[in-house]
C-alpha cells in the first residue's frame, strides 16, 4: 500500500497524490511530501525510491533488509534513518521487532515498511485529523513518527512487568518444566528489547547533538526529548533484566530446597528401616547352635525391631533434623 500526505507551499493538505505529480511536489521548496511504502513489493519500493528521489543505492539497500539495527546515515541532502517498533506476544513471551525506514530531506519524508506499523498508522490518522499537523516541516513529522514510537515501547514494558510478577508469584507453587520455559523466555524477551532499545537510544542522541542539513537546529529539542524516553527504558530493562535473573535463581533456589527436602526424607527413612533390615537378616541366619530357637529370644527381637525405629525417630526430633 503506498499512501501520500502533501501540504503546498500555501498550507493546503492534499492526501493520495498520484505518483505523476510527486516530483512536482518535490520541486515545492516550502511544501511538504510524506510518501508511505507499507508492505509493498521491494522491486517496486527500489523503482520509487531510486527513480523518483535518486537515493544513493547503498541506501536503498540498506531500506530494503530487515536485518539493520537501528542506524542513521547521512547523506548530505538527505538522512537515512532505520528504526525499529516492537510487538509482544503475551501467550509465547516473545517480543518481534518490525523496522521502520526513513528518509529524511529538507521537504519530503518517505518511510517504508514491510510489516504494518501502529506507530506509522497513529500519526498518519493524526496528520489527516489536524490540518496543521505538517506545518512544522519534515524534521518535526519524523520526530512525531520517532516519538509514537517510544511511546508504544511503554505499554510493552508494563506487560513484561506483569508477565514477571506473575512469574515470581508462580514459583512457590509451580515446578514444572513449563515454568522454567517461560523463566528463559521472558529472559530472551527483555534481552531482545534491549537490543532494540539501546541502539535507538544512540540514534536519537546523534539526531539531538550532530549537525545535519535537512534536521532544523531548533528542532533538535524535540528528538532530545525522544532520547531521555529511550533512556528511561534502558534503566527500566536493566530493572527487568535484573528481576528475571532474580526469578531464575528463587527458582533454582526453591529446586534445590524441594528437592533436598526429598532427600531428608529419604535419607530419614533408609536410617529408621536400617536397623531393622539388620536384625531380621541375623536373626534369620539358620544355623543349628545359634542359641535363638526360644520364645524369649523371639520376644528380645521383635522389642528391638519395634524400638529401635522408634528410639531413632525421637532422637532424630530431638536434633531438629525432622
Not at 228 to 244: E, I, K, M, P, Q
Not at 284 to 302: D, H
Amino acid at each position: 500500500m503506498i499512501r501520500t500526505l502533501y501540504r503546498n507551499n500555501k498550507g493546503v493538505v492534499t492526501t493520495d497524490v498520484p505518483e505523476k505529480h510527486w516530483k512536482v511536489a518535490l520541486h515545492d521548496a516550502e511544501g511538504l511530501l510524506w510518501v508511505d511504502l507499507a508492505g509493498e513489493p521491494s522491486d517496486r519500493v527500489k523503482t520509487i525510491l531510486s527513480e523518483i528521489f535518486h537515493f544513493h543505492p547503498l541506501a536503498i539497500d540498506d531500506a530494503l533488509v530487515e536485518a539493520n539495527i537501528p542506524k542513521v546515515d547521512d547523506w548530505g541532502e538527505y538522512l537515512y534513518i532505520a528504526i525499529q517498533g516492537i510487538a509482544f506476544d503475551a501467550k509465547a513471551n516473545n517480543i518481534d521487532t518490525h523496522e521502520i525506514d526513513a528518509f529524511l530531506g529538507k521537504n519530503f519524508l518517505v518511510t517504508h515498511h514491510k510489516d504494518p506499523s501502529a506507530s506509522a498508522d497513529q500519526v498518519w490518522q493524526y496528520c489527516q485529523r489536524n490540518e496543521h499537523a505538517l506545518d512544522r516541516g519534515a524534521d518535526y513529522l519524523l520526530y512525531h513518527i520517532m516519538d509514537t514510537i517510544a511511546a508504544n515501547y511503554m505499554p510493552i514494558v508494563d506487560q513484561l512487568d506483569e508477565a514477571i510478577d506473575r512469574l515470581e508469584d508462580e514459583i512457590f507453587g509451580d515446578h514444572g518444566r513449563t515454568l522454567l520455559n517461560n523463566i528463559f523466555s521472558l529472559k530472551r524477551a527483555v534481552l531482545h528489547l534491549r537490543r532494540a532499545i539501546i541502539p535507538q537510544r544512540e540514534v536519537m542522541n546523534r539526531l539531538a547533538r550532530d549537525t545535519y542539513a535537512v534536521v532544523d537546529p531548533g528542532e533538535r529539542v524535540y528528538f532530545r526529548d525522544v532520547y531521555d524516553h529511550y533512556v528511561r527504558l534502558a534503566d527500566v530493562n536493566d530493572t527487568l533484566r535484573d528481576l528475571v535473573s532474580g526469578a531464575l535463581d528463587t527458582y533454582l533456589s526453591v529446586s534445590a530446597n524441594r528437592t533436598n527436602e526429598v532427600m531428608k526424607v529419604l535419607t530419614i527413612f533408609t536410617a529408621l528401616f536400617m536397623p531393622i533390615s539388620f536384625l531380621s537378616s541375623f536373626f534369620g541366619q539358620n544355623f543349628e547352635f545359634l542359641p535363638f530357637n526360644n520364645f524369649g529370644v523371639f520376644i528380645g527381637m521383635l522389642a528391638l525391631t519395634i524400638g529401635t525405629p522408634i528410639l531413632l525417630w525421637l532422637w532424630f526430633k530431638r536434633q531438629g533434623w525432622i
